[in-house]
Structure formats: structure tokens, C-alpha cells
T-cell receptor, first 119, second 110 residues
Framework: DTAVSQTPKYLVTQMGNDKSIKCEQN?????MYWYKQDSKKFLKIMFS???????INETVPNRFSPKSPDKAHLNLHINSLELGDSAVYFC??????????????????FGEGSRLTVL | EDKVVQSPLSLVVHEGDTVTLNCSYE??????LLWYKQEKKAPTFLFML????IEKKSGRLSSILDKKELFSILNITATQTGDSAIYLC??????????FGTGTLLAVQP
């Protein structure tokens, strides 16, 4: 029973194409995230949504557009793919946006990642 | 700008050894520091630390936070080959973003 699931797990595509990665969580969490992990294993936040509202938007090219149709889903669409977009993209969720508070543990639950390779 | 630095970047030990992984942070309005273990796929949660000097323990793993010196350590005693993984340290503050370090790649040899 997967808590945070991403599809596809692997994606190989040509430069210039447009692709999407989907993420769903069944934990009842309010907050979802997209992280990018590069070849050096550096995990960097890209976006965060809380109850379908964008709350974190890092310095990411506007070719990347997240969409949250409801609080259980956060999809990532990438236009005009470039070689440097090759990475593993992780979706994550947490109960609330705060990292530590009276009612949440601050823990992020990660999906298994989507490995994107741009040729 | 907030940042998290981990050391060493990589480490090779033999089964039975004890290892200490380091994480230093500079985070505005610090709230918490988290440790994750990443094997082949998703990072999995190990510990969350919010208070100085209180050790968190889970089996052979333990971690402690020093908010004065702005660092945390993760100790693994009696290492096993199954401990081989990337260990990620992340910290967050007022921005609600969890900022990760580059990770420490631990390889435990039989």
C-alpha cells in the first residue's frame, strides 16, 4: 500500500520535448513537494503546495510548472526539456507545511522517485 | 542563504566499525533538523531533532543536536552491510523549506 506514488518511474526523452510526472499521496497530508536530485545526489526543493495552493517556489526555470488538482495530487510538467533537466525527481508529502509544530512531526514522506533522462 | 553541509562526503568502513556522520547548518529561525537514509530509491526518515542535547536513538543508530554550535551528528555502532546508503541531513526554519546537504555515502564492507 504505497503512501506516496509517482509515475512514471523512468522516463527517457529527447531534448525539446514536453513531459509530465504525476504524484499521488494517500496519507491524507495537506502539503506536497517536488525535489530534484542531481547526479551528485544533491536533493534540492523545487516547489511546495499546501491544500492546492503554491507556498514554495524556488528559483526554477518557468519551463517547470507544477499543478495540484487536489491536495492528494501534485503533478510536474516540464516544457522544452534540456540536457540539464536529467535527474531523479522526488515527490514528498507532509501533514502540514511547518517543519515542527504542536501537531506535526515535520517528517517528509518521499515517493520512490522518477528518473528523467534527456538525450 | 540557508545551507546545510555534511561531512565526510563518503566513507568506507568494515562491518562492526562505529561511524559518525556530521551535519552543520545555517538556517534562519531554525525549527528542526532531520536525518534520512537513502538506499536505492526513496529517502526514508530516521530522526527529527529540535532540541539541543537530547539524544534520539533507534537500535544501533543515534543522533544528537547542538543548537549552539549549529551541528548534528549521526552515530551508527556495529555497522552492517545493510547500513550502506547515502545519509541525508536536512534542516528547515522560517521558510518551511527543508534544505538538504549533499549527503554522506557510507559503504560498509564485509
Amino acid at each position: 500500500d504505497t503512501a506516496v506514488s509517482q509515475t512514471p518511474k523512468y522516463l527517457v526523452t529527447q531534448m525539446g520535448n514536453d513531459k509530465s510526472i504525476k504524484c499521488e499521496q494517500n496519507l491524507g497530508h495537506d502539503t506536497m513537494y517536488w525535489y530534484k536530485q542531481d547526479s551528485k545526489k544533491f536533493l534540492k526543493i523545487m516547489f511546495s503546495y499546501n491544500n492546492k495552493e503554491l507556498i514554495i517556489n524556488e528559483t526554477v526555470p518557468n519551463r517547470f510548472s507544477p499543478k495540484s488538482p487536489d491536495k492528494a495530487h501534485l503533478n510536474l510538467h516540464i516544457n522544452s526539456l534540456e540536457l540539464g533537466d536529467s535527474a531523479v525527481y522526488f515527490c514528498a508529502s507532509s501533514r502540514q507545511p511547518g517543519l515542527a509544530g504542536a501537531t506535526n512531526t515535520g517528517e517528509l514522506f518521499f515517493g520512490e522517485g522518477s528518473r528523467l533522462t534527456v538525450l | 542563504e540557508d545551507k546545510v553541509v555534511q561531512s565526510p562526503l563518503s566513507l568506507v568502513v568494515h562491518e562492526g566499525d562505529t561511524v559518525t556522520l556530521n551535519c552543520s547548518y545555517e538556517v534562519t529561525n531554525f525549527r528542526s533538523l532531520l536525518w534520512y537514509k537513502q538506499e536505492k530509491k526513496a529517502p526514508t526518515f530516521l530522526f527529527m531533532l529540535t532540541s539541543s542535547g537530547i539524544e534520539k536513538k533507534s537500535g544501533r543508530l543515534s543522533s544528537i543536536l547542538d543548537k549552539k554550535e549549529l551541528f548534528s551528528i549521526l552515530n551508527i555502532t556495529a555497522t552492517q552491510t545493510g547500513d550502506s546508503a547515502i545519509y541525508l541531513c536536512g534542516s528547515g526554519g522560517a521558510t518551511n523549506k527543508l534544505i538538504f546537504g549533499t549527503g554522506t555515502l557510507l559503504a560498509v564492507q564485509p
